[in-house]
């Protein structure tokens, strides 16, 4: 392998578009490519779409800070987020209670920002889409 990549896809269950600007407002997430399901060059195959779904978000790609994500409404709203989180890490306390407070508005925060062994300020959360989240300041070990 030459120099692999591996990005996160989420989906986000026909919710895709009030994510994306969830996230632009409270972390700054920029959209780069947005395509509809009505947008492919291909039809889809008959019966992979729920009815209605024709506007939703067949896929985009947008950047946080140094990162790209991609993404998608999926085929229908059964998406769920489980397994795995999305670490975060900023370089100020008052940057990750900032970005921690943004994020965790309508969602369930795990663990309040605390200092822990490894960070100066570190804290867990689901936001409101189901996405957990760890918000950090790069600590020493």
Known sequence: MSNPVVQPYLTF???CEEALAFYHAAIGAEVELLMY???SPEPMPEGMLSPGWENKV???TFRIG???LMGSDGC???SKFDGFSLSLSVTTPEEAGKAFAALSEGGEVKMPLAKTFWSPCFG???DKFGM???VSVPGQM
């Open 13 to 15: 269950g026909g919710r």
């Open 37 to 39: 399901y009505r947008q």
């Open 58 to 60: 067949m896929h985009t």
């Open 66 to 68: 140094g990162s790209t």
């Open 76 to 78: 229908d709203a059964t």
């Open 124 to 126: 867990m959360l689901t």
């Open 132 to 134: 957990g989240w760890m």
